[in-house]
């Protein structure tokens, strides 16, 4: 199981692609020309503050509105290892993974978590915050050993 | 001994009798344009001033016209600071109306008047018999808190025309071909006086193409006499009223006289990346072009899109070039428009603009990249001016520019 | 058990004779579409991919007109590279300076009833308006569809909108979408498709049901589908509606996610308001909030507030949303006679060159003008925020485009109100929201 431990920049709901990267730089040559811009309309310092393995979390619809593919590309150029909101728009959704940025699903953590802590992300599995882990039951199997009371 | 057109309008401005080339004068103001270009700064240095005000608000005419509509937030907040400027202090404000020199022909100006602008083709209004010249922030802004300055007075050089262009060729062919005579500095501090019989034969359009170009050539202003085809443009708009009409006395002194007979005049261009690197259209026949755009202060009036209108009708824009049709004004578009040159225009493929400056700035609307090349009708072709700095801009007329358009390529006029 | 709309598209697509909700196909493509801005990069990913033709090159479509005019220096490097690529693999349905590539699709043919088509550009759910499949995807996939003429799709849940009844004089299709928006919220049809159905979008002419399919991705769906009917064919250029056509509407017995039923009488004109597509609020209920607010202040997220209401600085009529003749012609209808407010900006930005000749021919685009539009040349222009018209902090644009995103159109502090085009020329005459 790959596992890896990162900072958490916090995001809230609705991140549109506009926000992760304007049309204005959509015609750079490089997705790299791109990344410094990333998030400036929300927050024009982040680009500069996230560091390479950092994870985003955010809220529900990350990455609605345009078709842009610039958006996964400028989050991944970032170097973030992972974004983890409540829910996905679905063209945003479909370039994530035809780029390899991982997109983890979570109700809960964007309400618990704060901005700078650390998380740890068990893929596949589970993520680790402050000494809980979400989702709660960390998947089917270990849900059905609490309700047979195997774990608590 | 007598005076020149811009000693009286001078000796008018100062409140004296007579004024010599070579003086210095304090002179009252009657108009003081400004556009986004630069108003913003000016606005900046004035509200840095000690108890500031504006000397006569109805003298200032500030108009948005270079990025419109807006192109950056950059430019937004330096149009905005205008705008409610305007608005807080009751000062005549156009925006997307068109380029500031055809409003302020179409509006505003009439002969005898002085008229500061910041903006360098300002001497257009000498088309009009007013002494019009462009100036910078500082001087604009003297200007506008005191409502008067101070003018060194040109000496002049009189263009003295004769005949009558022939088919094809225009104003614009003329007036790039004097500066491509003289040079881009054959006019320094000089003003540029255009009389002759040639005169009958030119409209308001040439007259105000051949004063708007006359900067390229150094000039601190052109000028024109007053006549028939004056008044009646006067009259058809808002009916306006000379405030005086001069002619140079007989005995005026002029620096120097040029006979030029206009059926002597061939189309020509402008070659990169000097206003006066002047070659007959033939001579550049053949290189290709990405963009033509026909518009500006210079070239952007209903005459022009007429000429240009006729020569593309029934033909189609070159595969892969890009056309920027660009009327100077609201009057001029709307105008376009019922003479159905507008459809002739989307019909061919070309690209129709609102009224505004266009590529002749060159910093938002149908910039060129790298390497490319534009024929243009704007009023500049310096290196970079239409986006690139390393890219190409030819000047040429209205006629030379669409039926280039039609060939993908730099033609003759004649062409189509 | 019946069918939706969709799931009769896709059959049909892939000579099924029937798909279900969930059910993961892999579609024969009927046509793609790509834009400038991405063209560079499908390109690089289509011959990174290994791939030296296209699948079919008549079935690609590529579109200039979000850098059109340029206006930035690397713009026309764009263009460069899409007249190679189309020189290169023989792509010849190109559009240098036509419009808008959601208008040109069906307005130029290349879309018809019934057909799958994906496009560069998240706003392709706009076909829906004839009942084709069209949706935005990346161009990664794009790549992949121009070298295998196929993509794979998830046959999307469907939410049934059922509309029933004459709307009110001055409301139209976009204060009814927007309404929707808002009921849904922003990811309210996520991965689902929307279907329309019911006798007010019977009556309603393609470009309106075009508004409505065009808004549908700002609520998430997949796609927003009509039947087609007797004005698509005419619209279509088709003698008539065949079999397959006419049986392409949702079934009694079909299975709906969810079901909306609305009556046309009740819908009242409407704007998202500053900074989210769903935040929808009745006109009437911006103004009472505005004359609630302290006079002179500007307000995060609403404006200045002047005289009790909002101050308006832009206004534009315009975008694949809102450009069309009959959005120009009720915006007419307003200004006729009258002028814009001092101060205020009127951008008018017809969505195609077809639609701004036949404005021309008609008067419409007189009677702007004279109302003080400026009127430009056809093509994305403010919608897409890289010129046309860029706003600085506290002003207010009242826009008839599909996003009012922070940032759209300038700085973060710009307030961005979607409304109709009746609402927008209202509040270009007054100066306010109106």
């Not at chain 3, 308006?129 to 990664?140: D, E, K, L, N």
């Not at chain 3, 994305?380 to 996003?403: H, P, W």
Request: net charge negative; with cysteine; aromatic share 6%.
């Amino acid at each position: 199981m790959e596992q890896f431990t990162g900072k958490v920049w916090l995001l809230g709901d609705d991140i549109d692609t506009d926000i992760i990267i304007p049309t204005e730089y959509l015609a750079l040559k490089t997705v790299k020309d791109m990344a410094p811009y990333g998030f400036s309309p929300l927050r024009p310092e982040l680009a500069a503050q996230i560091k390479p393995g950092d994870i985003i979390v955010a809220g529900k619809n990350f990455g609605c509105g345009s078709s842009r593919e610039q958006a996964p590309e400028v989050i991944k150029a970032l170097g973030v290892r992972a974004v983890i909101a409540r829910s996905y728009a679905r063209i945003f959704f479909r370039n994530a993974i035809n780029n390899g940025l991982l997109l983890i699903e979570n109700d809960t953590l964007c309400n618990d978590v704060k901005e700078g802590d650390e998380i740890t992300v068990n893929v596949g599995e589970s993520i680790e915050y402050n000494g809980k882990t979400y989702p709660e039951a960390g998947g089917l199997v270990k849900a059905m050993q609490k309700l047979n009371g195997i774990i608590k | 001994m007598g005076m020149t057109i811009a000693e009286k309008i001078i000796a008018r401005a100062a409140g004296v009798p007579a004024v010599r080339a070579g003086e210095i004068h304090t002179v009252t103001l009657d108009y003081l344009m400004s556009n986004d270009g630069t108003t913003h700064l000016t606005i900046d240095m004035y509200n840095k001033l000690r108890n500031p005000r504006i000397a006569d608000k109805s003298k200032l005419v500030w108009i948005v016209d270079h990025n419109v509509p807006c192109d950056s937030p950059k430019t937004a907040a330096s149009q905005k600071k205008m705008r409610d400027f305007a608005r807080d202090n009751g000062i005549t404000f156009y925006e997307g109306e068109g380029v500031c020199h055809q409003i302020m022909c179409e509006k505003h100006v009439v002969p005898g008047q002085l008229i500061f602008g910041a903006d360098s083709h300002t001497c257009a209004y000498g088309a009009l018999g007013a002494f019009g010249t462009g100036v910078g922030c500082t001087d604009y802004l003297y200007g506008m808190v005191t409502g008067g300055s101070w003018v060194m007075v040109p000496e002049t050089l009189r263009f003295n025309l004769t005949g009558k262009l022939a088919d094809r060729v225009t104003a614009r062919d003329l007036i790039l071909t004097i500066i491509g005579m003289i040079g881009a500095n054959g006019a320094n501090y000089h003003a540029m006086e255009f009389v002759g019989d040639g005169m009958k034969n030119l409209t308001m359009s040439d007259r105000i193409s051949i004063c708007n170009l006359c900067v390229e050539a150094g000039a601190k202003t052109a000028l024109m006499e007053v006549d028939d085809i004056t008044l009646a443009y006067l009259e058809a708009h808002g009916g306006r009223k000379p405030a005086a009409c001069f002619k140079s006395d007989d005995d005026a002194v002029f620096e120097k006289t040029f006979d030029i007979d206009l059926s002597s005049i061939v189309p020509v261009v402008a070659k990169p990346h000097f206003v006066d690197n002047l070659a007959p259209v033939d001579e550049v026949k053949g290189v290709k072009i990405n963009e033509a755009f026909l518009g500006s202060c210079n070239n952007g009036r209903i005459e022009d899109l007429r000429l240009g209108a006729s020569i593309i009708k029934g033909h189609k824009v070159a595969d892969k070039v890009r056309f920027l049709v660009v009327p100077a004004s609201q009057e001029v578009y709307r105008q376009a428009l019922r003479e159905g040159l507008l459809d002739i225009f989307m019909e061919a493929g070309a690209m129709i603009m609102n009224p505004n400056c266009s590529v002749c700035w060159g910093s938002c609307q149908g910039v060129i990249g790298a390497g490319e090349v534009l024929i243009s009708t704007g009023t500049r072709n310096f290196k970079g001016r239409a986006g690139d700095k390393n890219s190409f801009v030819y000047l040429g007329s209205a006629a030379t520019v669409a039926a280039s358009a039609i060939a993908g390529e730099i033609v003759s006029p004649y062409t189509y | 058990m019946g069918s939706t709309l969709i799931e009769k598209i896709f059959a049909h697509n892939i000579g099924a004779d029937s798909v279900k909700a969930g059910d993961i196909i892999t579609v024969n493509v009927d046509r793609v579409m790509i834009h400038d801005i991405f063209i560079p990069f499908v390109k690089d990913k289509f011959e990174e991919m290994g791939f030296t033709k296209i699948w079919d090159p008549d079935r690609t479509v590529l579109i200039y007109d979000h850098l059109v005019p340029a206006s930035q220096l690397d713009d026309p490097r764009h263009h460069h590279i899409g007249d190679d690529f189309c020189d290169k693999y023989g792509v010849k349905n190109v559009h240098r300076s036509d419009g808008i590539c959601h208008q040109l699709m069906t307005e130029a043919g290349y879309v018809k009833p019934g057909d799958v088509a994906f496009g560069t550009d998240s706003h392709t759910v706009t076909y829906g308006c004839v009942g084709a499949f069209s949706t935005g995807i990346g161009y990664t996939e794009m790549a992949s569809i121009l070298g295998t003429g196929k993509l794979w799709v998830r046959v999307p849940e469907t939410i049934r909108v059922n509309i029933n009844g004459t709307l009110p004089e001055g409301v139209t299709s976009k204060d009814v979408i927007l309404t929707i928006i808002g009921d849904l919220r922003a990811d309210g049809a996520t991965y689902k498709s929307l279907e329309f159905a019911g006798s007010t979008v019977d009556a309603m002419s393609v470009a309106s049901r075009m508004t409505m399919s065009n808004m549908t991705v700002e609520c998430g769906a997949k796609c927003g589908l009509f039947s087609p009917d007797a004005k698509t064919a005419e619209y279509c250029g088709l003698k008539g509606l065949d079999d397959f056509l006419t049986s392409l509407h949702g079934d009694e017995d079909a299975v709906y996610s969810k079901v909306l039923n609305y009556r046309a009488e009740d819908f009242v004109p409407v704007m998202a308001c500053p900074s989210q597509v769903d935040k929808i609020k009745p006109v009437s209920q911006v103004i009472l909030e505005a004359a609630a607010m302290e006079e002179g202040s500007v307000v995060p997220s609403v404006g200045l507030i002047k005289d009790g209401s909002i101050r308006v600085d832009q206004v534009f009529i315009g975008s694949c949303t809102n450009g069309r003749l009959e959005d120009l012609q009720a915006a007419a209808s307003v200004l006729k006679g009258r002028h814009i407010a001092p101060f205020v900006k009127l951008i008018v930005t017809p969505a195609s060159r077809k639609i701004y000749r036949d404005a021309l021919a008609d008067g419409t685009l007189d009677i702007l003008a004279q109302a003080g539009a400026m009127i430009t040349t056809p093509g994305c222009g403010l919608c897409c925020g890289r010129t046309g018209g860029i706003l600085t902090d506290n002003e207010v644009v009242v826009a008839t485009n599909n996003r009012n995103f922070l940032g759209r159109m300038g700085t973060s502090k710009v307030n961005i109100y979607l409304a109709s085009p009746v609402t927008a020329a209202k509040c270009a005459v007054a100066g306010k929201i109106v």
